[in-house]
């Protein structure tokens, strides 16, 4: 009656001890603990059963460290421990060697002879199941161990429950306070990059991950680039790129659906090259979508051989990057809104300066040439003519750069126009043979771009002017994959980009063409000449 009464105790012990847990990992150590404290077996395991049958996590007490890194990978739910998994009841065994059923334990196991088994419910499904071993002071375990184990199962099932729920609770915290995190830094200012980071460090802390990345394509080469990587390898993954066909991220990205993969080192969909760098396993991809498509991709992961993702952590990292996609998406108009109100001040300045400055030039224009009219000295005469012929440029230009910040050679002329203009100029004044090869339909569809490829191309040419000491020179405009290329080529002198002081002028083309999400690369080299292409997306 005593020995009744004190296993009873120890139960409702038991069951206090795991109420009292929050943590889901630490009641799963607790739980295969008190399994072998209440029974008396010597050791103890708790397997989590994951997609299709399979072991993902194995917790065990009774074993060393050293003893667990001797027999090497946790089993994945074979003989015995399978057999429990399938049929989903108590299974008391009394030799574990004489079942049929086994498959034997791996080198280097501590022998084994009497099991105990019993499975955890919890929300209605098996989450996993208890095993315990080597009964000490008995042959077996016996029916009153099967029972009170069975009273600890049902207690863990509740326990569990309660765990997943303050951590379902965790991390929908974590979750709003990571998507305030990021609408905050948008609407500070801050850089997209710096959101992007963001994005990765709290989906990394939402899944569990130990690596995350973003990946966003690249319109000047086709392939998707990893713009960010955070946790394990980062500074190496950070900056890869890979093609969006024959690759997950791409499949992402052209359907706008999740995709996770229990082991991506032996996916066929991955591109292996980034997934053995990154040595990734068990991942996770979603979209970010922007006006109903994707523009990039989130991935977590861990890396091979490490802990599987839940079945709702794909879920959960979709809700999270959807709201993250939804936050960017909000800074873009933001910042359109903000270009459209410096638009209508400039507008307004525009009408002032129309009214006031310019008006006062043409005044004063007027009056010139009304002496030039008068005056009887011929060579006075031109000089007036062609003072009032600049300022009469003066005021075209004014206009233009107010209104729509474009250069005078623009008015009145398409860009194919102003292209073929600017080279002529540029041939009268230099000397340099120019050559301009302009594709009309590209020119016409970068027509809102076109103040600022006139000052690109207005730069280039500069700089052949003033530094390649060339003889000829050629301006092209012409597409390439998705986009435009503006290049400038000359046979001059040429030189060692690496040697070179970078000017006011270079630094200035590099802002201008990455306020147009292009991208700029010179090639050049003494003797060689030298090519300046500027890359633009449509």
């Known amino acids: 009656m005593d020995h009744r009464i004190d296993r009873r105790d120890r139960l409702i012990e038991a069951g206090l001890t795991l109420s009292s847990e929050l943590s889901l990992e630490g009641v799963l150590q607790r739980i295969v603990e008190l399994a072998v404290e209440v029974t008396g077996a010597r050791y103890g395991a708790l397997g989590v059963i994951g997609a299709e049958g399979r072991l993902i996590e194995f917790l065990t007490t009774g074993v060393s460290d050293a003893e667990r890194e001797r027999i090497g990978h946790p089993p994945e739910g074979h003989g015995i421990l399978g057999a429990l998994i399938r049929e989903g009841g108590a299974l008391r065994i009394p030799d574990i060697a004489a079942d049929p059923r086994s498959v034997g334990f791996p080198p280097n196991h501590p022998p084994m002879r009497s099991f105990l088994g019993m499975p955890i419910r919890s929300r209605d499904e098996i989450f996993g199941n208890i095993y315990l071993t080597e009964k000490q002071g008995a042959p077996g375990f016996t029916p009153e161990d099967e029972r ?56 990394l802390e939402l899944v569990g991950a130990e690596i995350a990345t973003v990946a966003v394509p690249e319109a000047s080469t086709g392939r998707l680039t990893l713009r960010v990587a955070r946790g394990v390898g980062a500074d190496t993954l950070r900056g890869m790129s890979f093609p969006i066909k024959g690759s997950i ?52 992961a861990n890396q091979v051989g490490g802990r599987s993702f839940e079945p709702g952590d794909a879920g959960l990292l979709q809700t999270f990057a959807d709201q993250a996609s939804l936050a ?31 008006q006062a030039l043409f005044a004063v224009g007027m009056g010139l040439q009304g002496t030039a009219l008068m005056s009887q000295d011929e060579e ?65 569809e970068l027509s809102s771009h076109a103040s600022d490829l006139l000052q690109l191309a207005r730069e280039s040419l500069s700089n052949v002017g003033r530094h390649a000491e060339a003889s000829t020179c050629r301006l092209s405009l012409y597409r390439n994959g998705q986009g435009a290329i503006l290049e400038v080529d000359d046979d001059g002198r040429g030189f060692d980009p690496a040697t070179v002081r970078r000017g006011d002028g270079l630094s200035n083309m590099e802002e201008r063409i990455d306020t147009l999400g292009g991208e700029l690369s010179i090639d050049s080299s003494p003797a060689e000449g030298t090519t300046v292409r500027l890359f633009l997306p449509f």
């Open 328 to 358: 960017l998406e909000y800074g873009r108009a933001q910042q359109e809104n903000q270009r459209l109100m410096v638009l209508e001040d400039r507008e307004r300045i525009a009408k002032e300066l129309h009214d006031g400055v310019i």
């Open 249 to 300: 991220s791409g499949e992402v990205v052209a359907k706008g659906e999740a995709i996770a993969v229990e082991d991506a080192s032996s996916d066929p969909r991955a591109y292996q090259p980034v997934v053995a760098v990154g040595g990734f396993g068990p991942s996770i991809f979603v979209p970010l979508m922007a006006h109903g498509s994707a523009f990039g991709t989130l991935m977590a």
């Open 148 to 203: 009170d184990l069975s009273v600890l199962a049902a207690q863990a099932g509740v326990a569990v429950e309660n765990a997943r729920l303050y951590r379902e609770a965790q991390r929908r915290r974590r979750w709003l306070e990571a998507v305030r995190e990021i609408a905050t830094s948008i609407l500070s200012g801050a850089p997209p990059e710096q959101a992007l980071e963001i994005i990765a460090d709290r989906a």
């Open 380 to 444: 006075l005469a031109e000089r007036i003519e062609s003072a009032v012929g600049e300022l009469d440029r003066v005021i075209r230009d004014l206009r233009n750069y107010i209104f729509g910040l474009r250069p005078g050679i623009l008015a009145d002329r398409q860009l194919d126009q102003a292209l073929r203009a600017l080279g002529e100029e540029f041939q009268q004044k230099s000397g340099v043979v120019t050559v301009v090869e302009v594709d009309s339909t590209v020119a016409s």
